[in-house]
């Protein structure tokens, strides 16, 4: 999980939110580089009012 925020709407409504995915957030541990890596590629996101309720999958392009 990287973060949340809370957006209240009425039936109806829509809003559009706006947020940041550090490159830490996206690393992993590379046990023969001994460091943090930053794979580029393809990654899914997914979007929810929790981690049992996902309402949005989308597949991103990671590129630094």
Known sequence: MVGFDRVELKPGQSARVRG?????????????RHDWVVPDGRRLLYVGSSSRD????RQVQVRH
């Open 54 to 57: 996902i309402r949005l999958r």
């Open 20 to 32: 940041h995915v550090g490159e830490r957030e996206l690393a992993y541990w590379s046990v023969s």
